[in-house]
């Protein structure tokens, strides 16, 4: 039942992402429909508050979820948004996004006591509350500067970093006592923005610790410059790898959130104690939390039904029906909406129909034959968001504009798609292989770089594990097909699809990396304040398949630095219709969880219900 996190494709994480634990990771959407009736509300069902049993222990599905890196700061080449499952329990960020069900940041959890923008924006003021890190040692501004540090020194290297955000748009930092922070901006920002994408994507982390260049070596000031910072990145990232310490290494054991790690298998298996140091008032009320790895949601929804050890899971959308015979042994049910995109990345640059993808007319024309109505009754039993646009309209219906609203600029027409291929030069050939038949650049031709004969043909690479995901895979695939568009299925795990899919941009597609022509990750989750900044900007940690125009970096721009929402509107609906990604539907997270466990609802969505501290059984 874990969610996969990405920071910006991890963005979660900033990094990654999938929601409310196992029903999302890599996919998720909105609420209402389908079978059963005894499915809640999980963002505003209410916990019957029984008297609360100190002690237990609860065990948690995760399906298709494996970290595999645990130092915070992840490297630019792991975009595995299920590092930050593992980590958000131990470092949490200095903003908390998600206040229960409410979409707002959560002061309690958060590292900090204020937060001031003045000077237009352009300063930013931080005091950070007067907690402890798990041995003692009290959290101090020097915390911010040794990451700072590490960051300015190596940001390349950070997953989460978006170039011309955090540390580069720092001109200066100060710290005028142990608990204030002061931010010297390079230009004025929309305070949404950066404090609930920007800081929200910021741990602090024990720099009395982890300030070293090597296991024997002391601890000392070595961030402070240059050479000595990037000295201690490249010492932590390589620990951070070394899956079979994670629970024994030292470094790890320094932590500021409510959990600490006992436990780490190489197959996806951890588990947490409480930290009996953490300084929040949201402390951990069982003895002990574990991971239970799946490779599959088959063998967890049988786990379910056995009724054995597992305390909270994701139910499969193709399972609503199982709901009155879980709910008959002693769970409940709540799903929530996933605050996220979720696509079908277009590799522009990939060698073989790169020159087809980078057509809008084409991915206009796929688009139309997506039918995310269908898909959204069919496979996930109307449990998810239609998928029309960059911005969901279920979890995020404040930001969705009239467009997105309506069903988006491409709903579901393979008329529409068989006339703009035929208008542009395509021989039509439904149910087999359409081909371009007027090769050019002139009206009425193909397009620049396709070559007469050219087919419509792509492989999709997807990620493996859910049942509903290979159905909504292959319903696209038949769609497809009505306009000769032939899409090939491909489905692997998780770590290998992300661990061969790399980067393509016009200046630069290895063949090694780019060879994948479409890819479904499933979903990237948004923070509170849901623009495409890192998704759909040329450069963009997310944006692997090099989209980039000028237009679309100058809106996204415009979210960042100004709080108009007209801007944010026509950053949303140009998105829409420009097609970085093809959008399909965002499945609702479902998850089933022990009745007598208090404090799992309402479900936060933004921290991926993550919420362990708050849940303890009753009696």
Known sequence: MTRMRVIRRTR????????AMAAVACTGGGGGGGGGGTISDGQHATASKRPVKKGGTITVAAVAATPDFIFPLAPATNSNGYNANLTEA??????????????????????????????????????????????????????????????KADAKNWQAHQPGLFPDDVSKVTTPDAHTVVLD???????????????????????????????TGAVGDHDTTTAGAQAVYSYLQKEGAKIGTFATNPLWQVVDGPWKLKEFRSNGYYSYVPNPAYSGTSK?????????????????????????SLDVAGLPLNDVKQAQALRSSGYSIASVPIPGVAGILPNLYNAKVGTVLRQLYVRQALQYLINGPQIVSKVYNGYADPGSGPVPVKATSTWATPLEKSGGPYPYSPAKAKALLKAHGWKVVPGGTSTCQNPGTGAGQCGAGI????????????????????????????????????????????????????????????????????ADFGYEPYSLYPNGTGFFDTGGSGNYGGYSDPTMDKLIKATEYGSSK??????????????????????????????????????????????????????
């Open 12 to 19: 979660g994480a900033a990094v990654a992402v999938a929601l």
């Open 90 to 151: 131990l470092w949490p960020y200095l903003v908390y996004a998600g206040d229960g069900a409410a979409s707002q940041v959560n002061k309690d959890k958060s590292l900090f006591s204020a937060l001031e923008y003045s000077n237009g924006d352009k300063r930013v003021t931080i005091r950070l509350k007067d907690w402890k890190w798990s041995d003692g040692k009290p959290i101090t501004s020097r915390d911010f500067t040794f990451v700072y540090n590490l960051l």
């Open 185 to 215: 901006l390079t230009r004025s920002y929309n305070p949404d923005f950066y404090t609930d994408d920007v800081l929200s994507t910021i741990p602090l982390l024990p720099q009395h610790a982890w300030d070293k260049t090597s296991a």
């Open 284 to 308: 951990p009320s069982v003895d002990k939390l574990v991971m239970q790895p799946f490779t599959t949601d088959t063998p967890e929804l049988n786990a379910l039904r056995s009724g054995g």
């Open 451 to 518: 070559k007469a004969g050219q087919p419509l043909t792509f492989q999709l690479l997807y990620s493996s594990g859910r049942a509903t995901t290979d159905e909504q895979n292959a319903a696209v695939k038949s769609s497809e097909a009505q306009a000769g568009i032939t899409l090939n299925l491909k489905a692997e795990p998780f770590n290998t699809l992300i661990g061969t899919i790399g980067t393509c941009t016009a200046a630069s597609h290895p063949s090694s990396t780019c060879g994948w022509q479409l």
């Open 566 to 619: 007209a801007a944010f509107s026509t950053y949303e609906d140009y998105t829409a219709r420009q097609l970085p990604w093809l959008w399909v539907p965002l499945r609702s997270s479902l998850l089933v969880y022990r009745s007598k466990l208090q404090g799992v609802v309402p479900l936060n969505p933004f921290s991926g219900t993550i919420d362990y501290e708050d849940w303890a059984y009753t009696s």
